[in-house]
T-cell receptor
């Protein structure tokens, strides 16, 4: 597609449940990033994929968070045993892997009740 | 981690110039960015500047970079009410795969 697509756009889940958030990057973009935006913490880097290299997971806040990218395209961010502090907007971005040309998706608003 | 700092709020009158300031601490930052986020919308890349430049102009936007002081500014000329949004400064370097390190954002309010 023309842009970065994220689904679902909104997700409400009960505390303790697992959730999966999906990102479809722009076709041909080799780099994919996940960020989290919350009121208290601003925009936080979570994880980064570049081509076939091992992902940079340095921003993941706990081992309840994981992400994978299948076939170098679609990515799924999984949060296990969700907590209320996980409530945030999760943003995905893709790029050509160079220093410019980041395109962000509209995000998934996650609410843990 | 390295910090990116911005003032949280700026209010200007329509037609005036807006200047949003940002400081960063990572001396290895090679690229600096300004993003705009309108209410309920995603992040839109406004402009970026390489660290070996000191100025970049793009229509109503002027970015100034003082690398020595690690200070970045975004000037919006003839500010309009449609410019009301949150503006994020971010830095990146190739060592971290150009992952963006964002400031907390400056809310710009443009009043008629």
């Amino acid at each position: 597609g023309a842009g970065v697509s994220q689904s679902p756009s909104n997700k409400v889940t009960e505390k303790g449940k697992d959730v999966e958030l999906r990102c479809d990057p722009i076709s041909g973009h080799t780099a994919l990033y996940w960020y989290r935006q919350s009121l208290g913490q601003g925009l936080e880097f979570l994880i980064y994929f570049q081509g076939n290299s091992a992902p940079d997971k340095s921003g993941l806040p706990s081992d309840r968070f994981s992400a994978e990218r299948t076939g170098g395209s679609v990515s799924t961010l999984t949060i296990q045993r969700t907590q209320q502090e996980d409530s945030a907007v999760y943003l995905c971005a893709s790029s050509t892997g160079q220093s410019y040309g980041y395109t962000f998706g509209s995000g998934t608003r996650l609410t843990v009740v | 981690g390295e910090d990116v700092e911005q003032s949280l709020f700026l209010s200007v009158r329509e037609g005036d110039s807006s200047v949003i300031n940002c400081t960063y601490t990572d001396s290895s930052s090679t690229y600096l960015y300004w993003y705009k986020q309108e209410p309920g919308a995603g992040l839109q890349l406004l402009t970026y500047i390489f660290s070996n430049m000191d100025m970049k102009q793009d229509q109503r936007l002027t970015v100034l970079l003082n690398k020595k002081d690690k200070h970045l500014s975004l000037r919006i000329a003839d500010t309009q009410t449609g410019d009301s949004a949150i503006y994020f400064c971010a830095d990146a370097n190739s060592n971290s795969g150009y992952a963006l390190n964002f400031g907390k954002g400056t809310s710009l309010l443009v009043t008629p």
